[in-house]
């Protein structure tokens, strides 16, 4: 596997590619890999010639400078999981290379930016997007993946693509999760045994929920979910949503068969958690 830290030693690198006239894969991903990222990365491998895997910490999308501060950072695990998963290149910018001045583009992701993520975490997609389009510039991928257990991230990244018509095909894989349920996440390190513990019920009611979804209203739903958690001492939801699955905006009375998604982001302690699952009747 091939390790570049910088713009020309990915160059040197991607010259031959497509000079080869490769077919390439990129995963973009913040380190502190697991199932859920090497998931991409094999999904890609299938898919591509050359799988190219990105890690970066991106200060843009942190509207919490002390969750950017704490996020895990173990390149060299990483790497070598990478290398096992049959990544062919490993990209390691630093920040002055992605942000080499300042970037006064206009992001439009329209009414995706105002809700769930978007409206308890100001400024984060403008980040994602900053973060996305630059790398894209650079490792200039044909297909890209990424997970849907960011589902609006997903969302906001084929609207980024669209926007600015980046030729790149953007793909969305299944959220890969632990034996017990909860989500893969580079922040479940930082969860205490008690936290851990409590954790899987997110995923515990969401699959109720989708399971029941028919016996109740969505606002019934939505108390439910909040009484459930809030009454584990080691969570608190901040937020949960039934919204339709293309928009994220609520329900539309007229099309009440639309694919619908359940989101939520719960606090256990000051490590937030999120998750969500796609009801499709
Ligand atoms: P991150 O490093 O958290 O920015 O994530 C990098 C990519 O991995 C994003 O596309 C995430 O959606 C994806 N990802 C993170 N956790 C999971 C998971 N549990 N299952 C599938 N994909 C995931």
Same mark, same amino acid.
């Given at each position: 596997?091939?390790?570049?830290?910088? $713009?020309?030693?990915?160059? *040197?690198?991607?010259?031959? $590619?497509?000079?080869?006239?490769? $077919?390439?894969?990129?995963?973009?991903?913040?380190?502190?890999?697991?199932?859920?990222? $090497?998931?991409?990365? #094999?999904?890609?491998?299938?898919? /591509?010639?050359? &799988?190219? @895997?990105?890690?970066?910490?991106?200060?843009?999308?942190?509207?919490?400078?002390?969750?950017?501060?704490?996020?895990?950072?173990?390149?060299?695990?990483?790497?070598?999981?990478?290398?096992?998963?049959?990544?062919?290149?490993?990209?390691?910018?630093?920040?002055?290379?992605?942000?080499?001045?300042?970037?006064?583009?206009?992001?439009?992701?329209?009414?995706?930016?105002?809700?769930?993520?978007? +409206?308890? #975490?100001?400024?984060?997609?403008?980040? &994602?997007?900053?973060?996305?389009?630059?790398?894209?510039?650079?490792? +200039?991928?044909? /297909?890209?993946?990424?997970?849907?257990?960011?589902?609006?991230?997903?969302?906001?990244? =084929?609207?980024?693509?669209?926007?600015?018509?980046?030729?790149? +095909?953007?793909?969305?894989?299944?959220?890969?999760?632990?034996?017990?349920?909860?989500?893969?996440?580079? #922040?479940?390190?930082?969860?205490?045994?008690?936290?851990?513990?409590?954790?899987?019920?997110?995923?515990? *009611?969401?699959?109720?929920? =989708?399971?029941?979804?028919?016996?109740?209203?969505?606002?019934?739903?939505?108390?439910?979910?909040?009484?459930?958690?809030?009454?584990?001492?080691?969570?608190? &939801?901040?937020?949960?949503?039934?919204?339709?699955?293309? @928009?994220?905006?609520?329900?539309?009375?007229?099309?009440?068969?639309?694919?619908?998604?359940? *989101?939520?982001?719960?606090?256990?302690?000051?490590?937030?958690?999120?998750? /969500?699952?796609?009801?499709?009747?």
């Amino acid at each position: 596997m091939i390790i570049a830290h910088s $713009i020309k030693e990915l160059n *040197c690198s991607l010259e031959k $590619i497509l000079k080869n006239k490769l $077919i390439t894969g990129f995963v973009p991903t913040m380190g502190a890999l697991h199932q859920g990222h $090497i998931s991409l990365v #094999r999904h890609a491998k299938q898919e /591509n010639d050359f &799988v190219v @895997t990105s890690i970066f910490v991106n200060p843009t999308q942190f509207n919490n400078p002390d969750d950017l501060e704490k996020y895990p950072r173990m390149p060299e695990k990483d790497i070598e999981m990478l290398d096992e998963a049959g990544c062919d290149l490993v990209f390691l910018p630093s920040t002055d290379e992605v942000y080499p001045g300042k970037d006064d583009t206009t992001y439009d992701f329209g009414r995706l930016e105002d809700v769930l993520e978007g +409206k308890f #975490r100001p400024g984060h997609f403008k980040g &994602v997007g900053m973060v996305v389009k630059r790398l894209f510039e650079m490792v +200039k991928p044909h /297909n890209a993946y990424f997970g849907l257990k960011d589902y609006q991230q997903f969302l906001v990244i =084929k609207k980024l693509v669209e926007q600015f018509n980046i030729p790149v +095909k953007v793909i969305g894989c299944p959220t890969i999760r632990e034996n017990d349920g909860l989500a893969m996440s580079s #922040r479940n390190l930082r969860l205490s045994d008690e936290q851990r513990n409590a954790a899987p019920l997110i995923f515990e *009611c969401l699959q109720f929920i =989708k399971k029941n979804f028919p016996k109740k209203s969505i606002q019934e739903w939505k108390q439910w979910f909040v009484d459930k958690i809030n009454s584990n001492q080691f969570l608190e &939801v901040e937020y949960i949503e039934i919204v339709d699955a293309n @928009t994220l905006l609520d329900i539309d009375n007229d099309k009440p068969n639309a694919e619908k998604v359940i *989101c939520t982001a719960v606090f256990a302690g000051d490590i937030r958690l999120i998750d /969500n699952v796609l009801i499709n009747y």
